[in-house]
């Protein structure tokens, strides 16, 4: 028996990628390191704020479309 | 005088669809708490957006921006966006066919013991009414400062309107309320932004004259790592398992339209959030370089530099902003005592009449308790309850996923889970030498180390629950 219920690859490399680029961003170097005025700890959450939020809509999109087209293939 | 018009026609407005709704939604408790389940995606994403853009979220955002900084306070709130993927992908689909109406209902069907049936509904009680005195300060003193009407007063105002149609409209009314409140939010910071963008120039030119007026603005500051850190956790972890953004899980159409809405909601959130901090405080820097109450920077903008008519609609938006998400909290709040307490621990047999008049009585209650907190308001709001956000996320975040996703996940391993999550957390918030919001640092992978070592002590799971939870993801 497999210890954890199953999840979509894709779903589970965009929260691994997630995490990973969170993690990144509030590593020491973000901290201290700027551009334009501001530290890269800024940047990059803001840079997350915006990728995140997209990434997962077209996600979501592409899914609902798949699932529109098996229903219509089934009830075709 | 305009200004008053204006606010008083949209609280009008909102007492009005509450009563309106009073009699369809008190007859029913899926009506009342989940709206009969069958909000759409695109009205569901702009009332979460709503309930989750507060006070905070306006008022606080700023002040937070201008008291911390930019990246400390784009860490806090990127928490928060980072949230509504992990929701979306992590709680929406199997919530959703779950089917109940709280956060409680699935913990005490996969933990099924009176710790976690009282124990999780008094958190959130205690956590959400710290959540709801931070909204009616930034209630309060708005009113204050551009209607010029007294602090207390407005608090009082205020409370008694949201109030009043929270306990007769329920979630319905809630929604629709919420669909105006968020409408009001987005049109009136993305407004303010293009007109301070049309007088000040660009939003690099806007940017660079806030840095160069005052540095300390761009910069990650004297805080520790592990504060920012903390803040971005809290909240990322908080959003999958926060009850009013679960309850809209509940009142989606199905599975897909939740996640859906999520996302959609996310991405109102993130931009009403970047334009605040990126270019109204930078505009609020230079003008007023010096304030003593930093939550206080966007009505100041809003008193110098727009005219009554502007000036009556950011009032409204800022009231909107803590109404949507009061409402939903104190929604949440009688949820979590009407229904998880005194339905289902105390008295089963209850008629859906005498549930919902109980839930009248608690929303009054909770509402008119975190009135009396708020006459005396903390400092910085946003800190205040984010900290108290912060008991839910370190309590139930590890129980909810691990009940949901592992399959050694059991009743031991839940309660532990639950119990060593809230401890630390506030053992940690009540240490003086720990640096603010670290203590989920600690609190979390303490949570999920219990719900690890109780589970390999515990009983294991029956094959009839890992059964049921697994019909949960379906197909996933």
């Not at chain 2, 089963?348 to 608690?362: G, K, P, T």
């Not at chain 2, 219990?450 to 996933?476: C, F, S, Y």
Request: glycine share 8%; aromatic share 8%.
């Amino acid at each position: 028996m497999k210890k954890f219920f199953p999840m979509s690859r894709g779903d589970f490399c965009f929260v691994v990628a997630l995490l990973v680029l969170a993690l990144v961003s509030f590593l020491p170097w973000a901290r201290s390191a700027q551009w334009a005025g501001m530290s890269m700890l800024g940047w990059m959450m803001a840079l997350l704020m915006v990728l995140s939020p997209t990434i997962a809509l077209v996600r979501v999109i592409g899914e609902r479309s798949r699932s529109a087209s098996r229903r219509e293939e089934v009830e075709g | 005088m305009i200004e008053r018009i204006l606010v008083a026609a949209y609280l009008v407005v909102c007492i009005l669809i509450g009563i309106l709704l009073s009699r369809r939604v008190l007859s029913s408790r899926d009506e009342y708490w989940v709206a009969g389940r069958r909000i759409g995606p695109w009205v569901n994403a702009m009332a979460i957006m709503a309930a989750l853009a507060s006070g905070g979220s306006i008022v606080g955002v700023m002040g937070y921006a201008y008291e911390a900084g930019i990246p400390a306070t784009l860490a806090l709130f990127a928490g928060a966006v980072v949230g509504f993927p992990l929701a979306s992908i992590l709680v929406a689909r199997p919530l959703r066919r779950f089917g109940k109406f709280t956060i409680t209902d699935f913990l005490s069907w996969r933990y099924p013991h009176p710790i976690v049936r009282i124990g999780v509904p008094i958190l959130i009680v205690v956590s959400f009414t710290m959540y709801i005195v931070a909204q009616m300060k930034a209630a309060g003193i708005t009113a204050e400062a551009l209607l010029g009407i007294p602090y207390n007063t407005s608090l009082t105002l205020a409370t008694l309107v949201f109030v009043l149609y929270v306990s007769v409209g329920g979630m319905l009314a809630i929604t629709w309320t919420d669909v105006i409140q968020g409408t009001l939010m987005v049109v009136v910071v993305l407004g303010t932004a293009m007109l301070l963008m049309a007088r000040n120039g660009s939003p690099v030119e806007i940017f660079e004259a806030g840095i160069q007026a005052a540095p300390a603005l761009g910069a990650a500051g004297e805080r520790s790592l592990a504060t920012d850190l903390g803040a971005f956790v809290i909240w990322a972890a908080a959003i999958p398992i926060i009850p009013h953004v679960v309850m809209r899980v509940y009142t989606a159409r199905n599975a897909s339209d939740a996640r859906l809405s999520l996302n959609l909601a996310m991405i109102l959130y993130a931009v009403v959030i970047l334009a605040a901090v990126m270019v109204i405080v930078p505009v609020g820097k230079v003008l007023f370089p010096t304030l003593g109450d930093s939550d206080q920077i966007f009505l100041k903008i809003m008193e110098s530099q727009f005219n009554p008519v502007i000036r009556g609609l950011a009032v409204a938006a800022v009231l909107a902003a803590v109404m949507s998400t009061t409402d939903a909290l104190l929604l949440a709040c009688s949820s979590a005592i009407a229904h998880d307490l005194v339905a289902n621990v105390w008295g089963r047999n209850l008629s859906s009449r005498a549930i919902s008049r109980i839930n009248i009585v608690v929303v009054w209650i909770v509402g008119l308790i975190a009135m009396a907190l708020a006459y005396s308001p903390p400092e910085l709001i946003t800190g205040y309850y984010t900290d108290a956000i912060g008991a839910l996320s370190a309590g139930l975040f590890v129980p909810v996923i691990g009940g949901l996703w592992w399959k050694r996940a059991n009743l031991t391993g839940g309660i532990a889970a639950f119990v060593v999550g809230v401890a630390v957390y506030a053992a940690l918030v009540l240490l003086p030498d720990v640096p603010k919001r670290a203590g989920i640092l600690i609190a979390l992978p303490a949570s999920a180390a219990a719900m690890w070592l109780a589970a390999l002590l515990g009983k294991t799971e029956t094959p009839k629950m890992i059964e049921a939870v697994e019909r949960l993801h379906g197909d996933n």
